[in-house]
C-alpha cells in the first residue's frame, strides 16, 4: 500500500473548494480525490500533529478574523472534518524534530515544512502530497513531492 504525508494545503483546497486564479483548474477535485483514497484505505495518509496545528491555527484566524463562527466552535468543526478523513496523525518524535532541524538551516524550508519532510523520509513515505511549488524544489533530492494530480498519473 502506499504510504504519503498530506500537506495542509491540499485539505484546505477542499474546504475551501479553491481554484487557481490564473488557470482556473479546480484544485478543489484533485485534493478530494486523494482524501479518498485515504479514507477508502487503499492509501495510508498521514497527517503531522504540526500540520494538523497550522490548519486548526488558521481556521481559529479565520473565524476570528470573519466573525461568522465562534473560534471554538470552527476548531470543533476542523477537528471532525480532519478525523472524518482517515488520516494517522503521527507525532514527530525527537529524532524526526533533530533532522527537520538540519533541513530548516541546510535547504532553508518554513518549520513546518522540515518538520513535515523530514518526518515523511524516516517513514519511508513514497512522496509528500502538497501544491507548495518551493516546498517541491527545495524537498527534491530527500524525497518526491506531488501535486494530487502528479501522485494519480504515476
Avoid at 502538497?130 to 501522485?151: G, Y
Wanted: net charge positive.
Amino acid at each position: 500500500m502506499k504510504c504519503i504525508f498530506v500537506d495542509s494545503n491540499i485539505i484546505l483546497n477542499v474546504w475551501r473548494r479553491e481554484i487557481n486564479p490564473t488557470t482556473g483548474e479546480n484544485y478543489s477535485l484533485g485534493s478530494k480525490r486523494i482524501l479518498k483514497e485515504i479514507n477508502r484505505g487503499t492509501t495510508t495518509g498521514y497527517l503531522l500533529s504540526t500540520t494538523a496545528m497550522e490548519i486548526i491555527h488558521g481556521v481559529r484566524v479565520e473565524s476570528e478574523v470573519s466573525r461568522s463562527q465562534a473560534p471554538a466552535f470552527a476548531i470543533k468543526q476542523a477537528e471532525a472534518r480532519i478525523a472524518e478523513i482517515g488520516l494517522k496523525i503521527a507525532v514527530p518524535d525527537s529524532v524526526v524534530m533533530s533532522y527537520a532541524y538540519e533541513l530548516l538551516v541546510k535547504i532553508h524550508v518554513d518549520p513546518f515544512d522540515a518538520v513535515l519532510i523530514s518526518a515523511a523520509v524516516k517513514e519511508k513515505a513514497e512522496a509528500v502530497i502538497s501544491r507548495d511549488k518551493k516546498l517541491k524544489k527545495k524537498a527534491m533530492p530527500l524525497i518526491s513531492v506531488l501535486t494530487p494530480e502528479e501522485f494519480f498519473s504515476n
